[in-house]
């Protein structure tokens, strides 16, 4: 079974992302030092590293049953930001997600991942994991609210834009 490539919430689209969508989430979110502090991938420098990464999604679209979305907001149509499924197996998979900046404080992450939950769920997802460092209170607090609970992280996670080293990051779980 295959996830939908569109999704609408109250507020919200999340749809399959397209190669031509690599300008603007360069320019909206993945370039952005502050929006990408906390994240467990490295801020693009480059419109190119965006479409490198634009590649991974549609193979992880074509292995698996989902892969990453872009969330736009409704009204007006912008784009907002990102969040998906990562498969590790079929039954287990990773999400995330991150908004530029000027859609902090409005609720789009919560209502973006409790998109991506049930969309999991429907998927046949048993065990949905998400990794948040220490010091992002506003995504624990999303991922709490969406029915994620911390674990013990049972590795380390290198977050590249405050360092090289390694750090013990929060471990999240939702079980179904």
């Known amino acids: 079974m295959k996830g939908p490539e569109r999704i609408e919430?109250?507020?919200l689209v999340l749809r399959k992302p397209t190669p031509a969508d690599a300008e603007a989430v360069f320019l909206r979110y993945?370039?952005?030092p502050e929006v990408t502090k906390f994240?467990?991938?490295?801020?693009?420098?480059?419109?190119?590293?965006?479409r490198v990464f634009?590649?991974?999604?549609?193979?992880?679209?074509?292995?698996?049953?989902?892969?990453?979305?872009?969330?736009e907001s409704r009204e007006p149509m912008r784009l907002l930001g990102s969040t998906g499924l990562h498969f590790e197996t079929p039954v287990?998979?990773?999400?995330?997600?991150?908004?530029?900046?000027?859609?902090?404080g409005y609720g789009y992450a919560?209502?973006?991942?409790?998109?991506?939950?049930?969309?999991?769920?429907?998927?046949?997802?048993r065990s949905l994991r998400a990794s948040c460092h220490g010091e992002n209170i506003t995504?624990?607090?999303?991922?709490?609210?969406?029915?994620?609970?911390?674990?013990?992280?049972?590795?380390c996670v290198t977050f590249p834009n405050l360092g090289p080293i390694p750090v013990e990051s929060l471990g999240y779980v939702r079980r179904f």
């Open 92 to 104: 287990i998979a990773i999400t995330g997600y991150v908004l530029a900046k000027d859609a902090w």
């Open 54 to 71: 634009l590649e991974c999604c549609q193979r992880e679209w074509t292995q698996w049953a989902s892969g990453a979305y872009l969330i």
């Open 139 to 155: 995504s624990m607090r999303v991922l709490e609210k969406c029915g994620f609970v911390r674990e013990k992280p049972d590795h």
């Open 9 to 11: 919430t109250a507020r």
């Open 110 to 125: 919560t209502e973006a991942l409790s998109a991506i939950v049930e969309v999991a769920r429907t998927l046949g997802v």
């Open 39 to 50: 994240l467990s991938w490295r801020r693009h420098q480059s419109i190119e590293e965006t």
């Open 30 to 32: 993945a370039s952005d």
